[in-house]
């Protein structure tokens, strides 16, 4: 394997220019750096096309304004799911890929041809599905099922956006394989490329499924396939779909670690502990795509249950894992650095003032408390009845994605920025603000669409009030409160959302230059010559982390709690069996 | 650092902090317990559904639900029939672009088997504000017993998204003493 990559990469090697970062000490490859730069690039640009729909859908779903009518509301609403679930998240962590096995393990990018003719595909694909969504017959939604049948540039964009992402996993792949060949690093890999690793094994079975699922999808919207069976789809198609969004979680959380890591010079717990937690994600979270069919017909309680669970919840174990170790990680580093008093001096005199530090706690809270328990309320088999297609579900997955993974993503930007652009953020003070604004705007957003969904409120529906509809059904008062009130924090997270990518822009094109000599203004607890072993474990055994065992104890009785309320309503419905 | 290689390259061999032990015991065990809950709710609960499904021609279910509409119908209101099934009885409810099809009259605390299907594409049955939520698939014939515990007019609203007239497809319930 080795002797076949030397060969096919011999060029490349002697090509080849690093430079070395003055913060780290790493060694960085230019053409990495590169990758990483333009992809970060397509991601922001995605991100905007696809916030200002979702702000657009937002401000329709308000009774009071009712922005849009309703065939512009669906195709924003189909347009919106794409660009920022797919093309502003994948772009992101292709960029996270190069930076985690390149950059963090001191090599040379592999095969630097493929990962641009990746880049040019998912391009390529973006693009392509923006103009089948804007040509106004697309809008089937993020989940296109079928009979509903979309344009076959629909299709054809995501399939070819899907083999771009692949080409980028397998230049990761073959980073790695390099690194360990020319032995740029010692020992094992580090966790965030671990965690980076699990999320690039997840992805390969995501793009499969998406395969399997797409092709005759499209096959049979040009005509070659009579008929697609909507169950075998939706079963099929949710592998691929609830698969992609676990990539997210690892690569979140990869982002965790590395923020906790870079800021505070936390070290983890216990590696054996936080590596585990990651199998379990290639292990049992991608397979539980079953809790996406817990309402249809054709499908055994016993697969329901088996599948969602896998008899024992060992994915959610891995989540609860990584959210008690990542806060005891910082915790502990803070203790180490002096902050010992009491249960939380190690929090209160946390660096809140760094946006990345801030949006990674926040997005580490509002992930685990949001995003978190409402996914296992939603994916229990009987409750999923309860709120099933509702505006629950968009609210638990804004939670997840748009709480968690988009405001993780936007706190490693600030990271991103002055270590890899090299750049100093402009505006420091409104950066400071940038993660509270978008993290609280995502918070609201969820938890007043999950407020409406529990009062029956469907999910991608135009007119709530349904002037339109031949009998007239009111929804409850509070209901139309909460989808205003949801229209006014999505205006508070576009504020937050659009000032993020103002930041970003304007930090790339106006800020001011950091590989100069003169400047040198960032300060980091960081090792210097990158690749050496450095960690040591000084957690273990010795430390004391009540802040964290408080924090936890906080976490699992709101867990539990919620999960009964919900028992307790379902019991109160008509009997079904 | 979690940015760096560990310390042992065999990273298994580490010792695992006290607290993280903990933890890890408490969420294994409360995973268990949630999904023990489940197959308990299965015995102790009143609200499971079923299982019993069909593959049928979307067409020939439309003929059942007709043929049941005609056996059963006592009234008419905007041209759909108000249909009023005995205790017990098979009911047919048909979705289709962009209605719930007919109007049906139940009584409370009796039990109907429902019969639930699409004429042609994917939709979501949600009655309100009951706030019950199921997936209805063309070519499938979902049956579940359903037993109102209470009295009044019931909207079924779709939650599937099924085309520019999604949000105006209504049906009703009536449930009387």
């Known amino acids: 394997m080795t002797a076949i990559d030397a060969g096919a990469a011999g060029s490349t090697f002697k090509d080849a220019i690093f430079r070395t970062c003055r913060y780290t000490g790493l060694k960085i490859d230019t053409q990495a750096q590169l990758l990483i730069k333009v992809n970060a690039v397509a991601a922001v640009i995605f991100l905007l096309v696809g916030g200002v729909m979702g702000l657009m859908v937002a401000l329709t779903r308000w009774p009071a304004v009712h922005l849009l009518p309703a065939d512009w509301f669906y195709l924003f609403l189909t347009g919106h799911g794409i660009n920022v679930l797919l093309f502003w998240i994948l772009f992101f962590e292709m960029a996270i890929l190069y930076f985690t096995s390149a950059v963090l393990l001191n090599c040379r990018l592999a095969t630097p041809k493929i990962a641009w003719l990746g880049f040019v595909l998912m391009v390529v694909g973006g693009v392509m599905a923006n103009y089948a969504v804007l040509r106004g017959d697309s809008s089937v939604m993020f989940t296109s099922y079928p009979p509903l049948q979309a344009s076959p540039w629909f299709y054809l964009s995501l399939i070819l956006f899907a083999v771009g992402a692949l080409c980028a996993v397998c230049v990761f792949f073959g980073t790695l394989v390099i690194a360990k060949a020319e032995k740029t690093y010692k020992g094992s890999i580090p966790l965030v490329t671990f965690g980076a690793l699990t999320a690039a094994i997840i992805a390969v079975f995501t793009v499969v499924t998406g395969a399997i699922i797409l092709i005759p999808t499209f096959l049979w919207s040009v005509g070659l396939i009579a008929n697609i069976d909507p169950l075998m789809y939706k079963t099929i198609w949710w592998a691929f779909g609830h698969a992609s969004q676990q990539i997210n979680v690892s690569v979140q959380v990869a982002i965790w670690y590395a923020i906790a890591a870079l800021v505070l010079g936390a070290k983890p717990l216990s590696e054996k502990v936080s590596r585990t937690a990651f199998l379990m994600y290639i292990l049992f979270l991608q397979l539980a795509s079953a809790h996406h069919l817990l309402a249809d017909p054709g499908l055994s309680s016993e697969w329901k249950i088996l599948n969602t669970s896998y008899m024992m919840y060992l994915a959610v174990m891995g989540s609860m894992i990584h959210g008690m170790t990542v806060p005891g990680s910082i915790e502990a580093a803070q203790r180490r650095n002096g902050y010992t008093k009491g249960a939380f001096e190690w929090l209160r005199k946390a660096p809140w003032g760094n946006p990345a530090f801030a949006g990674m706690f926040l997005s580490l809270v509002l992930f685990g408390f949001i995003g978190g328990i409402s996914g296992v309320v939603l994916g229990t088999e009987q409750l999923n009845v309860l709120m099933h297609n509702t505006m629950y579900v968009p609210g638990h997955f804004h939670g997840t994605v748009v709480a968690g993974t988009t405001l993780a993503f936007m706190a490693m930007t600030y990271l991103v920025l002055p270590l890899i652009f090299q750049r100093e953020i402009i505006w420091p003070k409104l950066a400071k603000w940038q993660p509270y604004l978008f993290g609280i705007g995502a918070a609201g957003i969820s938890m007043f669409m999950m407020g409406a969904g529990t009062l029956g409120v469907p999910r991608r529906y135009w007119d709530i009030t349904l002037t339109d509809a031949a009998t007239s059904f009111e929804f409850p008062a509070a209901a139309y409160m909460m989808m205003g009130l949801n229209g006014v924090f999505a205006l508070m997270a576009g504020l937050g959302g659009g000032l993020y990518i103002v930041l970003t822009v304007g930090t790339i094109v106006f800020g001011k230059r950091l590989d100069t000599a003169e400047t040198q203004p960032l300060v980091f607890p960081l090792h210097a010559g990158g690749g050496e072993v450095v960690s040591t474990y000084g957690s273990a055994g010795t430390v004391k982390l009540p802040g964290t065992i408080i924090l936890v104890g906080i976490f699992f009785a709101s867990f539990v709690l919620y999960y009964f309320v919900n028992w307790k309503y379902l019991s109160e419905l008509w009997l079904f069996q | ?177």
Request: proline share 6%; glycine share 8%.
């Open chain 2, 1 to 177: 650092m979690a940015i760096s290689p560990p310390e042992q390259r065999i990273w298994w061999n580490e010792p695992i902090h006290k607290v993280e032990l903990g933890w890890i015991v408490i969420a294994f065990l409360w995973g268990l317990f949630m999904f023990f809950f489940m197959i308990a709710w299965h015995f102790i609960g009143n609200q499971n559904l079923s299982n019993e499904t069909y593959r049928i021609q979307p067409t020939a279910y439309e003929e059942k639900v007709e043929a049941f509409a005609e056996q059963y119908q006592v009234g008419e209101e905007d041209g759909v029939p108000v249909v009023r099934p005995p205790a017990g009885a098979d009911v047919y409810i048909l979705a289709r672009t962009y209605e719930w099809w007919p109007i049906l009259e139940l009584k409370k605390g009796q039990s109907y088997r429902i019969h639930l299907s699409s004429a042609d594409l994917a939709h979501g049955f949600s009655l309100q504000p009951v706030n019950i939520n199921i997936s209805v698939q063309p070519g499938y014939e979902h049956v579940f017993t359903l037993t109102p515990t209470e009295t009044g007019e019931f909207t079924i609203v779709c939650n599937e998204y099924c085309g520019i007239g999604h949000h105006t497809m209504i049906g009703t319930i009536r449930v009387t003493e």
